[in-house]
């Protein structure tokens, strides 16, 4: 498996592991905050099991129903320059608690708003390391097969 790919003069990082990335930082955004906080519960008998389902169904969620929120949401997110953004995160993540009900709560509005920014900052931190791999890569720093 190539880390990266190239095609047609652009570069890009495998989709998979760009995918991995991204889940293995929601998990442990997720076990460290409940480990943290109270008002947020992941069923403890399976932590990593839950929190992995979790990061799936929001992951399924962000490809489906974001993109349309964030599409309805244009307006108020430029009025607000950008800082109405995480509230579509936070509605995705209540979302994910209506779902998965029980094993999965999330009981207080300021946190659950704070899981949000960190998933937003996880994905800034995550892309910039995948800008990082691809510019190394272009560069001949990195030797992929």
Not at 26 to 38: D, E, N
Not at 55 to 77: D, E
């Amino acid at each position: 498996m190539q880390l990266v790919i190239k095609d047609k003069n652009k570069v890009r990082i495998n989709r998979f592991i760009d995918w991995l990335l991204h889940m293995i930082g929601y998990i442990i955004v997720f076990i460290g905050v409940t480990s943290f906080f109270k008002s947020i519960y992941i069923d403890s008998d399976h932590l990593i099991i839950w929190s992995s389902i979790i990061v799936l169904v929001i992951y399924i969620l962000n490809k489906t129903i974001k993109p349309i929120l964030v599409t309805l949401t244009i307006p108020i997110t430029g009025l607000t320059l950008g800082l109405f953004y995480p509230f579509i995160n936070l509605f995705i993540l209540k979302l994910v608690d209506w779902i998965l009900g029980k094993h999965f709560q999330l009981y207080n509005f300021w946190i659950a708003l704070l899981v949000a920014l960190l998933l937003s900052i996880i994905n800034f931190i995550m892309d910039r390391i995948i800008n990082r791999i691809i510019k190394a890569v272009t560069k001949g720093v990195v030797k992929h097969e």
